[in-house]
C-alpha cells in the first residue's frame, strides 16, 4: 500500500511564501512522475506543477515564475515553493503521484494540505 501525506499548508497574507511537501511511503517499485493539483471551493481542480523522474517540469500559467517544484527521491518527497501568494491561489493543494507497485503502475493521491492567501 502506498501512502502519500501533505504538509506545509497554512494561512498567509498576499506576498508572503509557503513550502509544501508530499511525502510517500509503502512498497514504491518504481515513479515516473508526480505533480500537484489544487481544488478551490466550486472550481474545478486543476494541474499547478508537474516533474517527471528525468528532472522535466511544467507548470500552470498562473504560477510560473512563482512557485517552484522539486524533488528528493532518497527521502521520497517532494516539493513545491510557493511564493508571492496571491488570494486566488487559495486552495486544497494536493499530490498525485504515477508510480509502480510491485510491477503495477497506478496512480496515488493524498488527502490534500490548505492553502489560504488573505489579508
Known amino acids: 500500500q502506498v501512502q502519500l501525506v501533505e504538509s506545509g499548508g497554512g494561512l498567509v497574507q498576499p506576498g508572503e511564501s509557503l513550502r509544501l511537501s508530499c511525502a510517500a511511503s509503502?512498497?514504491?517499485?518504481?515513479?515516473?512522475?508526480m505533480a500537484w493539483y489544487r481544488q478551490a471551493p466550486g472550481k474545478q481542480r486543476e494541474l499547478v506543477a508537474g516533474?517527471?523522474?528525468?528532472?522535466?517540469?511544467n507548470y500552470a500559467d498562473p504560477v510560473k515564475g512563482r512557485f517552484t517544484i522539486s524533488a528528493d527521491y532518497g527521502k521520497k518527497t517532494w516539493y513545491l515553493q510557493m511564493n508571492s501568494l496571491k488570494p486566488e491561489d487559495t486552495a486544497l493543494y494536493y499530490c498525485?503521484?504515477?508510480?509502480?507497485?510491485?510491477?503495477?503502475?497506478?496512480?496515488?493521491r493524498g488527502q490534500g494540505t490548505q492553502v489560504t492567501v488573505s489579508s
Open positions: 498525485n503521484l504515477d508510480l509502480s507497485v510491485s510491477g503495477t503502475r497506478r496512480a496515488a
Open positions: 516533474i517527471t523522474r528525468g528532472g522535466t517540469t
Open positions: 509503502g512498497s514504491i517499485s518504481d515513479i515516473y512522475s
